[in-house]
């Protein structure tokens, strides 16, 4: 008996593609990588045709290569694929060295890098996601309104009771005022009038 068939760990909706032994550290090739990921195929072929990138070619291969395996293998639409994922990964380092003085030697590094290029074919679902999101903020923003609507009411009903408070003190501070004025009018008057009496007497006497 031969091997039981190992189960696709992709999506029915979803192909691959590798490339491995490319001539370039991991870290540079994430950088082209980085500039496709979650595009459109045809944009993101558009791109990697005109970049200045020199592993921008071998990377356009291997995408290529992923949307020849969807339409193929898979039966998947061409139009609707987009670059799901597209991550980098190590592969062999050659070692070299490089003379130094007095017979030592400098170590030399050359990496090499693959890459796994994921496109996925965009459903109907993916793209009303969005919009069921935006209804549902729509329907949100007036139950916010309503609690401050509540909130609001209360402190509107409060604000006449407040005003009313401050006339009632407003109309009980002239009472007292005018009560405490009054005495001491009275008292004025009162210790002026003698004093008037007092320059009428002498003037009298410098008359005579």
Do not use: W, Y
């Amino acid at each position: 008996m031969g091997k039981p068939k190992r189960e696709r760990s992709l999506a029915n909706n979803e192909a691959k593609a590798v490339t491995r032994s490319l001539r370039v550290s991991p870290r540079k090739l994430n950088l082209v990588a980085g500039l496709i990921r979650g595009k459109k195929v045809d944009h993101a072929l558009a791109d990697l045709e005109f970049s200045r990138k020199r592993i921008a070619q071998d990377v356009r291969k291997c995408v290529m290569s992923a949307v020849a395996n969807a339409e193929n293998n898979h039966g998947l639409d061409v139009n609707e694929l987009i670059i799901a994922e597209a991550h980098v990964g190590k592969n062999l380092v050659m070692k070299r060295f490089h003379a130094r003085a007095r017979g030592r030697a400098g170590g030399i590094l050359r990496p090499f890098s693959q890459i796994t290029v994921i496109v996925r074919e965009k459903e109907e679902e993916e793209s009303a996601k969005p919009a069921k999101k935006k209804a549902a903020s729509k329907g949100a923003k007036p139950e916010v309104g309503a609690k401050e609507k509540k909130a609001a009411k209360p402190a509107k009903a409060a604000a006449p009771a407040k005003d009313e408070a401050a006339k009632a003190k407003k109309s009980a501070a002239p009472t007292k005022t005018a009560k405490a004025a009054t005495p001491a009018k009275s008292e004025a008057g009162k210790e002026k009038k003698p004093v008037a009496a007092k320059k009428t007497t002498t003037a009298k006497k410098e008359t005579e």
